[in-house]
């Protein structure tokens, strides 16, 4: 009966696992055959490479779009990584246990929270903040980057945390014993061992920064034009397609789910960096 029902769970397994590669094979099939006949159709370097979206005049150009998503993304991980980062040190080498009960709860509740909430807390502070303090009418790179820097902490925090645990505590041990101090033997020994770990992190941190859509729509001024600094609107290729999907037909829609292909390809391509860089820095 015992070898029954490990058999019974290793097919429950493997019938998930075959599930979650179908589902993803799916997803590829229907983003490239729907897409790229538009992107054929509209021309690859016109497409990809054009500076002006007009879909009334089948003009497709979707540069400012993948510049906005490179640009904000980028913020969100200059602000996001170092406070992700020293947070998770801090909860798991420093912070007092009673201290701990209230900010690792509180971390917690950050990943809970809706995009759209996310997206009025920006819509209603950020960008009045944002607005008085730097100039512009608030709606910017600069406020979508701090919102997502907000957004994306949970994932790194939570990532690097378990991984700085993770680090055998005879690293520590030995540093002290070299007569480093505390800090010294945080820093130069356990966090660097914990590398393959936070660098996991960041990438889940990449992954929800590229491909957030509410709250971007909400601060970042949905421009679509090229960036031109950092207190100016601009459109990510997330808040392209949500905008104009509802009334698209046509090319315009075909157009528009050629876009969630190059978003697709632009996060693989994240994703196989990220994976040989965490491979080189393993080895």
């Known amino acids: 009966m015992k070898k029954v029902k490990e058999k019974g769970m290793e097919i429950v397994f493997l019938i998930a696992a075959c599930v979650s590669i179908l589902s993803v094979a799916l997803i590829c099939i229907f983003l490239f055959m ?7 159709e509209i021309g690859f370097f016109n497409f990809v490479g054009g500076k002006i979206w007009k879909p009334g005049n089948n003009i497709f150009g979707i540069l400012p779009m993948i510049l906005g998503s490179i640009y904000v993304t980028a913020g969100a991980l200059v602000i996001g990584v170092p406070i992700g980062i020293l947070t998770a040190v801090f909860l798991a080498r420093f912070c007092p246990k009673k201290i701990y009960k209230i900010v690792k709860p509180g971390v917690d509740l950050l990943a809970g929270i809706p995009s759209v909430v996310y997206g009025f807390f920006g819509l209603c502070v950020l ?14 790179i600069l406020t979508a980057s701090v919102l997502l820097g907000i957004m994306i902490l949970p994932s790194i925090i939570g990532v690097s945390e378990s991984a700085i645990r993770a680090v055998p505590n005879k690293y520590y041990e030995g540093a002290l014993a070299l007569g480093a101090t505390h800090e010294r ?3 130069l020994t356990v966090v660097p061992a914990a590398k393959s770990g936070i660098l996991a992190g960041v990438i889940l941190g990449v992954g929800r920064a590229i491909g957030e859509t509410m709250a971007v729509i909400m601060v970042a001024g949905n421009q679509a034009r090229m960036p031109k600094g950092v207190l100016k609107g601009v459109r990510t290729l997330t808040a392209n397609i949500v905008i104009e999907m509802g009334y698209a037909a046509d090319l315009h829609r075909e157009a528009l789910i050629a876009t969630g292909v190059v978003l697709f390809v632009f996060i693989l391509l994240i994703n196989l960096l990220f994976s ?3 491979r080189r820095t393993v080895e």
Do not use: D, E, Y
């Open 185 to 187: 033997s945080v820093f």
């Open 127 to 140: 960008v009045p903040w944002v607005r008085s303090t730097f100039g512009g009418n608030g709606n910017s």
């Open 34 to 40: 729907n897409g790229i006949p538009a992107i054929k």
């Open 276 to 278: 040989a860089l965490k």
